[in-house]
């Protein structure tokens, strides 16, 4: 009796086959959930709260960086022209013009005097429209000019003519400025976050 026993025992733990010899799960072993989480309706607002906040307090303060970048990048173009400038000049032996119109928002560089048929190399480029230029005679010369506008002149040896305007100013309307001001030597400007 106890021989019986033992395999009753043994065949209760075997597994079960079906009709097709395909062993069937046990039902314990299945689960309808899914084992994955996910976040609640809660969360997620909560979340989007919370970046929304921080986009508010992040947002004014790029805007002025933004600005700033205006600004900054305005000047290092200028800059740029001022030694094709004083490049051209000096290669090709004559004075050239760099020329700015405060009020249209513009500047530009051109031979003095351009052969007839005008200067195949001269630049005119606009202003960013968030910043403005402004000319400032620093000295009591009389301000060199250009076609009626105040202009920089560089002459064939590479200097800067004396009645050359001595400071620019680019600026912004929330204040952010930078100024290109010719160096002592008179043999370019340098760019500085404060006019002296």
């Known amino acids: 009796m106890k021989l019986i026993g033992r395999e009753s025992r043994v065949e209760s733990r075997a597994p ?68 094709a400038g004083q490049s051209r000049a000096v290669s090709e032996g004559l004075p050239m013009m760099l020329w700015v119109d405060e009020k249209q928002g513009a500047y530009g560089l051109t031979a003095e005097t351009p052969p007839s048929g005008g200067d195949p190399k001269a630049e005119n480029l606009p202003v960013d429209e968030n910043v403005q230029i402004a000319v400032l005679n620093v000295g009591a010369t009389a301000l060199t000019t250009f076609q009626n506008l105040p202009a920089i002149r560089f002459l064939a040896d590479g200097t800067i003519d004396e009645n050359s305007p001595q400071t620019l100013r680019l600026a912004d309307a929330k204040g952010n400025a930078l100024w290109l001001v010719e160096a002592r030597n008179r043999m370019g400007y340098e760019i500085r976050d404060t006019e002296k």
């Open 16 to 83: 079960k086959h079906g009709a097709q010899g395909i062993s069937c799960p046990r039902p314990s072993t299945l689960d309808p959930r899914p084992s994955t989480h996910a976040f609640t309706l809660v969360e997620l607002l909560l979340v989007l709260a919370l970046l929304v906040v921080i986009t508010s307090l992040v947002a004014p303060a790029m805007s002025n960086f933004i600005r700033a970048r205006a600004v900054d990048s305005e000047a290092r173009r200028l800059f740029a022209l001022m030694h």
